[in-house]
């Protein structure tokens, strides 16, 4: 990657993430970058960020995997790279944490990252505008004691009438999310496949699918229910009964700057999720 001249800095309003993007930018403006800083609205878009991202070299997201999913939605429509910074809990999509932020942001600044692109999926209801995802699709009922009821279509291909709390298509990168917490598998971060998976299915088996990259995928809520999409975990729309959503691959995708080799990805799923016991010495040196 070549070195980053124009760098953005995008951070949630929780604690100690203002402060924490503010050092970086002094940081990097120290070394001869531009630097611009927002804000982020869980609610909507944040007008700088869409305004800014476009242009920049890189897109540094101070946070958590929530913000990274936020600032996806602005970054993959103009291909700027992000870079995350973690604060708090473990997550899978940032690279760094903040004790580590300043000396990776040093290799950001002159390019000594690897570039890893994420495929992305798209839902689309009938001609509406197609609303893009870096993790996940879910189709989910109302609230407790309601399931859903919808019918899949793949490549054409009836294949099930799942009645169930949701049904998930994750990517790669969602399948460390809500699809591995729902018994799914998890895909290498650079797989096109997807995974379709059905949440507490009713009277009926819970198998999760592994599409193909070029797959399409056609649902329909039965009539008689009435569920929601929610796309990322947080853009929310009713889908009333009868609606039909088609899910396939995105024609955009978001790249991850990265400092580790590519098997980095064993080492952080094998800590993440606890897989090796403290004492476990196999292996290592």
Same mark, same amino acid.
């Given at each position: 990657?070549?070195?980053?001249?124009? !760098?953005?800095?995008?951070?949630?309003?929780?604690?100690?993430?203002?402060?924490?993007?503010?050092?970086?930018?002094?940081?990097?403006?120290?070394?001869?970058? +531009?630097?611009?800083?927002?804000?982020?609205?869980?609610?909507?878009?944040?007008?700088?960020?869409?305004?800014?991202?476009?242009?920049?070299?890189?897109?540094?997201?101070?946070? *958590?995997?929530?913000?990274?999913?936020?600032? &996806?939605? /602005?970054?993959?429509?103009?291909? $700027?790279?992000?870079?995350? @910074?973690?604060?708090?809990?473990? *997550?899978?999509?940032?690279?760094? $944490?903040?004790? =580590?932020?300043?000396?990776?942001?040093?290799?950001?600044?002159?390019?000594?990252?690897?570039? +890893?692109?994420?495929? %992305?999926?798209?839902?689309?209801?009938? =001609?509406? =505008?197609?609303?893009?995802?870096? #993790?996940?699709? @879910?189709?989910?009922?109302? *609230?407790?004691?309601?399931?859903?009821? @919808?019918?899949?279509?793949?490549?054409?291909?009836?294949?099930?009438?799942?009645?169930?709390?949701?049904?998930?298509?994750?990517?790669?990168?969602?399948?460390?999310?809500?699809?591995?917490?729902?018994?799914?598998?998890?895909?290498?971060? $650079? &797989?096109?496949?997807?995974?379709?998976?059905?949440?507490?299915?009713?009277?009926?088996?819970? #198998?999760?699918?592994?599409?193909?990259?070029?797959?399409? @995928?056609?649902? =329909? !809520? +039965?009539?008689?229910?009435?569920?929601? %999409?929610?796309?990322?975990?947080?853009?929310?729309?009713?889908?009333? &009964?009868?609606?039909?959503?088609? /899910?396939?691959?995105?024609?955009? $995708?978001?790249?991850?700057?990265?400092?580790?080799?590519?098997?980095?990805?064993?080492? #952080?799923?094998?800590?993440?999720?606890?897989?090796?016991?403290?004492?476990? !010495?196999? *292996?290592?040196?």
């Amino acid at each position: 990657m070549k070195p980053a001249r124009r !760098v953005g800095f995008c951070y949630p309003d929780v604690e100690g993430a203002h402060d924490l993007a503010e050092r970086l930018a002094a940081q990097a403006r120290a070394r001869g970058a +531009e630097t611009w800083l927002a804000t982020l609205d869980w609610q909507e878009v944040d007008l700088r960020l869409a305004e800014q991202t476009p242009g920049s070299d890189v897109l540094v997201c101070v946070g *958590g995997d929530g913000t990274v999913l936020h600032a &996806s939605a /602005v970054a993959s429509a103009s291909r $700027t790279p992000i870079f995350g @910074v973690r604060l708090g809990r473990l *997550g899978f999509l940032c690279e760094v $944490t903040e004790a =580590e932020a300043a000396l990776a942001l040093e290799r950001v600044l002159v390019g000594d990252v690897r570039i +890893e692109p994420r495929a %992305m999926v798209q839902a689309r209801c009938g =001609e509406d =505008e197609p609303a893009h995802a870096l #993790n996940d699709v @879910v189709i989910g009922r109302r *609230g407790l004691g309601h399931t859903i009821s @919808v019918g899949v279509r793949i490549d054409g291909v009836l294949i099930a009438e799942h009645r169930a709390d949701a049904l998930i298509i994750a990517t790669a990168t969602g399948s460390t999310g809500y699809a591995l917490s729902a018994g799914g598998p998890i895909l290498y971060p $650079t &797989s096109q496949e997807m995974v379709l998976i059905p949440v507490a299915p009713h009277l009926s088996r819970s #198998n999760a699918l592994v599409l193909p990259g070029d797959a399409r @995928v056609h649902l =329909e !809520v +039965e009539r008689g229910y009435e569920a929601y %999409m929610t796309v990322d975990g947080q853009s929310e729309r009713p889908m009333p &009964s009868g609606t039909q959503i088609d /899910v396939c691959r995105s024609p955009r $995708t978001v790249d991850f700057l990265r400092l580790g080799d590519e098997n980095q990805f064993y080492r #952080n799923v094998a800590d993440r999720l606890g897989w090796l016991r403290p004492d476990h !010495v196999l *292996g290592r040196e």
